[in-house]
């Protein structure tokens, strides 16, 4: 006996080391991140918020069930990463919400990295402390 196929998107988010696998599936609203609810992983409402404004743009907030991967980065890293994956889902879905996640800035990949520390330096730019005598 065959299982039966459950039909989801996967969209991939990153911003500077973190990285988020976002799975997007017909449900009843339910989150996993990491295997912890949203409140837990995400304790600020301002990341929830920050989370679910892809969803809540287009009234989906309890249309979904998400099924999240973080990793690396720090926990803001996180949040923004989730957001771009559930975006890049959400289009996968219906491609109708592209220009409006668009237009909004979901869709822009932040490319802000941490620069590297050059040989010389205290840090990247950051020279050693000079003294006279």
Do not use: H
Not at 35 to 44: A, Q, R, V
Not at 56 to 68: A, M
């Amino acid at each position: 006996m065959a299982k039966k196929q459950i039909k989801e998107t996967i969209g991939v988010g990153r911003r500077k080391t973190a990285v988020s696998s976002v799975r997007l599936r017909k449900g009843k609203g339910n989150i996993d991140i990491n295997g912890k609810t949203l409140e837990e992983y995400f304790p600020l409402a301002f990341q929830r918020e920050v989370i679910l404004s892809p969803l809540v743009k287009f009234d989906l907030n309890g249309k979904y069930d998400l099924i999240i991967r973080a990793k690396g980065g720090g926990i803001e890293a996180q949040a923004v990463a989730t957001r771009l994956g559930i975006a890049r889902a959400l289009v996968q879905e219906n491609e109708d919400f592209r220009g409006s996640l668009k237009e909004l800035g979901y869709l822009t990949r932040d490319p802000r990295k941490k620069e590297r520390k050059k040989y010389g330096l205290a840090g990247a730019r950051k020279s050693f402390q000079f003294s006279k005598r």
